[in-house]
Each structure stands twice: as C-alpha cells, then as structure tokens.
C-alpha cells in the first residue's frame, strides 16, 4: 500500500520528490551563502551574522581546527548549548572532513567519558563551566586538546556585564592548562588556510546519541547526504526562504534542534534565532522582538507559551506555521495554542509531526492545510513509511496496528561499533529497500495519514526528551544499598512523563526520606538531570512476570489509577 504513496495528493504545492545534490554540508551551506549573501544566518541574542560573514567565521574556524591537528576521520565532541561557537565549529569540522559528535553540555562527568571513548573524540568544544567535568575524564579517554568558549563572546559590552553579574562570577576561572585553547584566541589568530575535504556525501559526518534500550546509549551515524536530504524535506513542507524567521529553541545535540532549527533553516536560507537557555519569558520576548514566522518545539513547551500572559498579550501575526513534535501533543494544548493566536492576529495551526534520531529527526508532519485528529501526518518527499505486523516484514492492512517502518534518504547508515544492533534496525525487505523499524506502533488510514500509538521500546518521554528506563536502573543498581529497581514513567501534566523509580533495598531498615535523597543525588552524578527520578518508592518487593522478570507494566498501571483516584489522570 505504501507503494502508492496516497500521501501525495495532500502536498500541495511541496513537491513530491527533490533533487538533492550529492556533497557535503558545509558544500550545501555554501549554495545558500551563493544565493544569500547579505542575509542574516543566525541571530544570538542581539549579535547577526549574515550568510557571507557565517562562511567566514566556518572557514576561520575550520583552519584553526586544521592547524590544532585535526584531520578527515578524526573526532570532534561538541558540547555546546545553541550558540554561535557550537554551529560554527560544526560546519567548520564538516570543511575538513572530521566527524562531529553532538553531546549534552550539561553532561556528567561519567557520561563525557563514555562519549569520548565512544567516539574517539581528540579534540572537544565546549563553555568554560564546563572545563572541570572534562579535565577530570582526560586521562581515561583520547581527549588531548579542550576548547573552551564563553557566552559572552557573541555579546555586547552591556550583555557582557549583565551576564557576569547574574551568571559569569559564578563560573569558576579556569587555571592554566597546556590542554586548553581559547575559542576567541583561535577565531582571531592567522593560520595557514585549508582546502575543503575530498569527503564524501555518504560519508559518516555525524554522530547522535539514543539513550541505550540496554543501560548504554547507542552512536547514532548520520551522514552528509542524510543531514542534506532532511534539511531539504522540511525546507520544501515549510516553504522556507530568506524571509523567513525560525527559533531555534531545541538544542543542538537533539536531532531535532540540530537538524530543522539549525540545518534545515540554512538549507532555506532562513534567518535561526539562537536561544541557548529556554524559560517561557524568554521565548515569549524573542517572539515579540524578532517576529519569527517558524516556532518548533515539543507539547510543555507550547502549554507553557499557553499559560504566559506576556505571550497571551503579543502580536502573533507573525507566525507561518508551528510544529509540535518528540511528544504526542494533546488536543488540550493544540486547541489552546490555537485559540491564543488567532485571538491575537495570526492564523498558524499547531501541527503535529513524527521523527526519530536513527533518520536524523523529522521525516513526516502533518499538511500546513490538512488536519486528521490524533495522526503525526504524512511522509516528507522521498520518505516511505509503513505498518508491518510485528515481529516481520509483511505490511499489515489499512487501519491495523503494527510497527511503523520507514525508508528513504534520511536514514542513518547504522548505530556505531554496534553490527547486531544496526542490522536488527535495519532490514532489508522484500521490495529491496533497507527499511527503518522505529520500535513504535502505529497504524495507517486509506489516506496514507500515519497515526502513532505507542513505543514497543521500553522508553519515557520527560519534556520531549528520551529517557531509557533500563539506564536508569543500571546506575541504581551500581548502589551497595539496593538490591532491586525498576523505573517507571508517571503521566505528569507539565512533563508529559515524569521519571519515578521503584527500589527494594538489602537492609529495609534503611529506608528513609535520607536514602531517598542519597539515591537520587547517586543518579545525579552519572546521569543528566532529565533521566534522573523526581521521586523514589520503596517496596518489600517489586512485581514479576511469569518468567521472574520485574511487571514494570503492573507498576504503570498502579500509578495511573492512584492519579484517576485522586482526579489528577483524564486519560
């Protein structure tokens, strides 16, 4: 049924296929510069840089980046919150051939670690704050070289002050390091110039990281051709150009920050409003200052809009069109979003799409002029999806449930160092193309609209974001004090899902609001706050299956009924 791609006859004036050229993005990113020299690339809180002065700054970079050692194949971290250093120096490293690994900056210790072994990053970018987490991992990874950025480099005298007085004296100063190389130092000095890389569009040019199903996140490789042919898809659905205005608002290690707010607006030539720390207020004054035609980003961060009174007051005319996605958007927030604009003089409906890391991020959304209650949309240009039954590949009938596979240029060429991992991921069908099972499950009407209902993969959706259960027990499990854990998510109405952990404990006369405490601070330290549990249970003993495993479900459910007792769960 897919073959028919009954999808198409909703596109409107989207093509139905796009000629994608086969180079590399920082060669596609030049095109744009070609064709909009003058126009402004990115907006960082007050400071522009148009298309012809961004290439500068990449190809200044890019040299530095040579001249520090760094060559085709080599590894680059970037650790960087949405800024003008971390989308620099990810075009830059794409100058010269060298792979971009996109991390949390906020990323504990533990986990910096394991992301620079994994990737065999040499070098990393990251902010001054964050100069301590990566010393103290140097000597057991491959790390030689740290460059260190500031906030501040990108701002004006009086943003410069303000920032140090709410937030840069409390950053502690960093002591001389031979390891350390200033970002500014490097963006200013003369190095010897670089010819671009002889690289390969379907190269490895990426890698993303999935929180791991098994306690270990997995590398996601993504290539210069998949970053390429996304960017365009979502281009092409939003009808991109040079005046449009896109927030930038998901970060740039997130597929979906990096690869619509960031790729897909140059691809376009849009203008990308940076913002590198979100909190409604701030969102709300950047959509009445800068006006932007594009706001994308996940359900509590719409409901939060819904909820400011700056953002119930502002003039919303300026919106094309917005896109929820990462989380399923409830009707509530879509219809209350909705209200507020068209009372405050825009049209823009909040859509809903569908996108997952393993294909970069989006690769299906909803019409700008079509609405299907509860679906996730349509597949983008040269994206096909559709519904095996589970456990094959045979395609299941129209309306029935099974797992949603996908196949098109977007998709990743495979998890990295992990053979058996890629190859249950990506299969081979019977029509000859590698199809992509996403692990959800979905179900397709005669229309070709796609409909998600649930994540065969044990995973929790905490404001947008992945949080792997089993990752979560592993590092609770690695306490002396508990002797069983199972990690549950809690429907939670500002979160969508909050993360809530069940523990038996060795000695049950431990059990204590202190060791409740002790074990998430324990967390605290090997994971990122959003994986971390906002509350710990202690029970005398966990629920199994028939087969002695945990009932993680059997957990679910008791959780949902004490929310419906207590009048708090309406789903």
């Given amino acids: 049924m897919y073959e028919s791609k009954p999808w198409l006859k909703y596109y409107g004036s989207v093509p139905h296929s796009i000629d994608y050229p086969r180079v590399t993005m920082y060669e596609a990113l030049l095109k744009t510069v070609a064709k909009y020299p003058d126009c402004i690339a990115y907006d960082f809180l007050g400071y522009t840089s148009t298309y012809k002065q961004f290439a500068e700054e990449i190809d200044q970079c890019a040299n530095a980046l040579s001249a520090i050692g760094l060559k085709k194949g080599d590894k680059i971290t970037i650790s960087m919150p949405t800024s003008p250093q971390g989308i620099i120096c990810f075009y830059a490293a794409n100058k010269i051939g060298v792979v971009a690994s996109m991390i949390h900056p906020l990323s504990t210790a533990n986990e910096i670690e394991f992301y ?17 987490k990566f010393k103290e991992v140097q000597d057991r990874t491959p790390l030689q070289k740290l460059i260190l950025a500031r906030i501040p480099d990108y701002l004006s ?3 410069k002050f303000g920032f140090y007085v709410t937030k840069g004296r409390k950053i502690p100063p960093v002591p001389a390091d031979p390891m350390v190389i200033w970002w500014k130092d490097i963006m200013q000095q003369n190095h010897p110039v670089v010819k671009k890389a002889a690289m390969g569009a379907d190269e490895m040019a990426v890698i993303l990281y999935s929180g791991g199903t098994t306690g270990v996140p997995k590398g996601i ?4 051709y998949n970053f390429i042919s996304e960017g365009m898809q979502v281009a092409a659905w939003g009808d991109l150009n040079d005046k449009d205005v896109i927030m930038a608002i998901l970060p740039i290690f997130h597929g979906f920050g990096l690869g619509v707010c960031i790729n897909a607006a140059f691809m376009g030539g849009a203008r990308s409003i940076l913002v590198p720390m979100f909190t409604p207020d701030i969102l709300v004054n950047l959509i009445r200052e800068k006006q932007p035609s594009f706001v994308i980003g996940i359900p509590t961060l719409f409901e939060a809009m819904c909820k400011n009174p700056k953002f119930c007051k502002a003039d919303l005319s300026c919106l094309k069109a917005t896109f929820s996605g990462a989380d399923t958007l409830p009707r509530t927030v879509k219809e209350r979003f909705e209200t507020v604009v068209e009372r405050q003089g825009g049209s823009a409906k909040l859509m809903e799409g569908y996108g997952l890391t393993e294909a970069v991020t989006a690769i299906m959304a909803m019409p700008l002029y079509e609405y299907r209650e509860g679906s996730i949309g349509v597949p983008f240009p040269d994206m096909l999806a559709k519904i095996v039954k589970t456990g094959n590949t045979e395609e299941a009938p129209l309306g029935e449930e099974g797992e949603l596979c996908v196949s098109g240029p977007a998709v990743m060429l ?14 081979c069908h019977g029509d000859g193309l590698i199809w992509l099972h996403t692990g959800d499950i979905a179900t397709m009407d005669e229309d070709g609209f796609f409909y998600f209902k649930l ?16 990752q979560v027990e592993d590092i609770l499990y690695r306490h002396p004090a508990v002797q069983e854990a199972c990690v549950i998510g809690v429907p939670d109405e500002a979160q969508v899902q909050r993360v809530k952990a069940f523990v038996v404990l060795k000695d049950k006369r431990k059990i204590s609001p202190e060791m409740e405490k002790e074990l998430i601070d324990h967390c605290a330290k090997n994971l990122i706050k959003w994986c971390c549990p906002r509350e710990i249970e202690f029970r005398d003993n966990l629920p199994t299956t028939l087969v002695g495993k945990i009932a993680f479900n ?4 008791e959780e949902i009924a004490k929310l419906k007792a207590s009048g708090k769960y309406a789903g």
Avoid at 455 to 470: E, F, L
Avoid at 554 to 557: A, G, N, T, V
């Fill in 414 to 427: 495979g998890y990295l160092d992990q053979p058996q991992e890629t190859a249950q991921t990506l299969q």
């Fill in 455 to 470: 994540r065969a993969k044990r995973m929790i959706k905490s404001s947008g974001m992945n949080v792997y259960p089993a």
């Fill in 221 to 224: 490789m993504l290539s210069n």
């Fill in 554 to 557: 059997i957990l679910e459910k």
């Fill in 116 to 132: 620079l072994n994994i990737s065999k990053s040499t070098i990393a970018l990251t902010l001054d704050a964050f100069y301590g």
């Fill in 157 to 159: 005298p009086i943003k």
